[in-house]
């Protein structure tokens, strides 16, 4: 039982901002904080991972990225294609060709970002790979990618919208434990599944908005955009009905999204 001041005192660095590289996100106070949990949640090609990747590569802090959604191969050619300006379809060539010098010289500087690529990773499994990270390097992971939360195992006696709750019960506990920025990936109900209409918080497939501090629903309001609905946010102004809030450059051919 602590004072508040003592128990903040004691929680170290949690609640502290990674680095944010949209300048649009933090005028709107959209923020990734080490401790919390958030969602990021949208139809099938419309960005997600392109996002989450972005902010994983341009946060430049020791991340733990859990692929369950896509292989190895593939996340090669993304990371690639986004530090290099390179298409992916370029990208395949180039392996094809089986010389990648010159992709693996581009994806040098990623040493902090370490995967896991479970296609359908067990809650026990992730715990042991976030413990054998801190048995490595003597701490844990500053940002932890759960690539998604659909594809994780719950309980075996959980099923459906339960199994999502108890595995977002798990991860907002990991981001408390572990002091960790833990970032989740989720899709939405079959209506916003185009990508086309800006998703309210009732479009997540579950109902799974209780656990996450931050969710930001995504939609394409025109080609080469990325909008995002800032869907709830603990630290700033929600838009639950899902209004239109920020748009950000999208090129995901080469993995690219800007302010």
């Not at 996100?25 to 969602?39: A, I, K, N, W, Y």
């Not at 300006?85 to 994806?107: C, F, M, N, P, Q």
Request: aromatic share 6%; proline share 5%.
């Amino acid at each position: 039982m602590y004072t508040i001041q003592r128990a903040r005192a004691k929680s170290g660095d949690a609640g502290a901002t990674l680095p944010n590289p949209f300048r649009k996100f933090s005028r709107e106070q959209v923020e990734f904080r080490r401790g919390q949990l958030h969602l990021i949640a949208a139809g099938p090609g419309v960005g997600k991972s392109a996002l989450s990747l972005t902010l994983a590569v341009a946060s430049r802090v020791p991340t733990l990225y859990f692929s369950a959604d896509s292989d190895a191969a593939t996340q090669y050619e993304r990371a690639a294609a986004m530090l290099s300006g390179r298409e992916i379809h370029e990208i395949a060539a180039i392996v094809e060709t089986g010389d990648t010098r010159y992709l693996d010289s581009k994806l040098a500087g990623l040493r902090k970002l370490r995967w896991c690529f479970d296609s359908s990773p067990s809650l026990d499994t992730i715990e042991s790979q976030v413990k054998a990270w801190a048995y490595v390097f003597g701490n844990y992971p500053e940002n932890i990618v759960v690539d998604n939360v659909g594809d994780v195992s719950p309980d075996v006696e959980e099923r459906g919208h339960i199994g999502l709750e108890s595995v977002m019960d798990y991860l907002a506990d990991l981001a408390r434990q572990t002091g960790a920025c833990v970032n989740a990936l989720h899709h939405l109900t079959g209506d916003y599944d185009d990508g086309t209409q800006p998703p309210p918080l009732s479009a997540l497939k579950g109902k799974i908005s209780k656990k996450p501090s931050l969710v930001l629903n995504l939609f394409r309001p025109e080609e080469g955009k990325l909008g995002v609905v800032i869907a709830k946010n603990r630290h700033g102004r929600p838009d639950v009905a899902g209004r239109y809030r920020i748009a950000l450059n999208s090129d995901l051919a080469r993995m690219q999204v800007t302010d």
